[in-house]
């Protein structure tokens, strides 16, 4: 089955190489050989992640791949790469709590 990048994830992908490139080229070539792998292996075992039940709609699977969530969806015709994120960042669309303690501005 064929697997395609959702523009989000593309770009993801994109800056966290480059990213990544610019303080540590082995860390760089780690990446790219790791997600090369994961694709090449999602071709053949769609099914490999975990049901993604916190994401708002069905269907969606996780993947956690070294420190990084990748989330797609399996469709009739490819697998979608929905975005991609290191761990340590916060999801995009959790709001920031009303407790500072911990955030650094």
């Known amino acids: 089955m064929k697997v395609i990048f959702s523009p989000s994830a593309r770009e993801y992908v994109r800056r966290e190489a480059s990213y990544l490139m610019a303080r540590n080229r082995a860390a760089a070539d780690r990446f790219n050989h790791d997600l ?3 694709v090449k292996t999602l071709t053949h075992f769609p099914s490999m992640g975990q049901d993604a039940t916190d994401l708002p709609f069905r269907g969606a699977r996780r993947f956690i791949l070294g420190h ?3 989330h797609y969806e399996i469709g009739a015709a490819a ?3 929905l975005t991609i994120r290191h761990g340590r960042e916060r999801p995009s669309d ?3 709590d009303g407790d500072d ?5």
Do not use: S
């Open 36 to 38: 090369n792998q994961f």
């Open 68 to 70: 990084y969530l990748i």
């Open 79 to 81: 697998i979608v790469i």
């Open 94 to 96: 959790l709001p920031l």
């Open 101 to 105: 303690d911990f955030e650094v501005r």
